[in-house]
């Protein structure tokens, strides 16, 4: 069973092609959040149309499917013990 701090995820969003940027760039989010959840939160902070999209990337190359956790990519692709998603509001990279 993992404690209240292992059931947590350090998240670092980072703009790339015309997205804008945001002001808190570091986000501790739960292991079983979905990006899904991400890009519906990125959307509202960045206050875009619903019709508008926002694609996630991980390592600068891969876009992961929506309904993927967040604790599953990390235990993947973490960096040093946080999990750094680029974000975009055009297709990047992929």
Known sequence: MMTGKEQQVTVWLKPTGNAPI???????????????????FLKMYMKMDDKDSVFLYVNQSFAPSPDHEVGNVYDCFNINGKLVLHYSTSPAWG
């Open 22 to 40: 945001i002001k808190n760039k570091k986000w501790v989010v739960e292991r079983n959040c979905t990006l899904a959840k991400i890009m519906g």
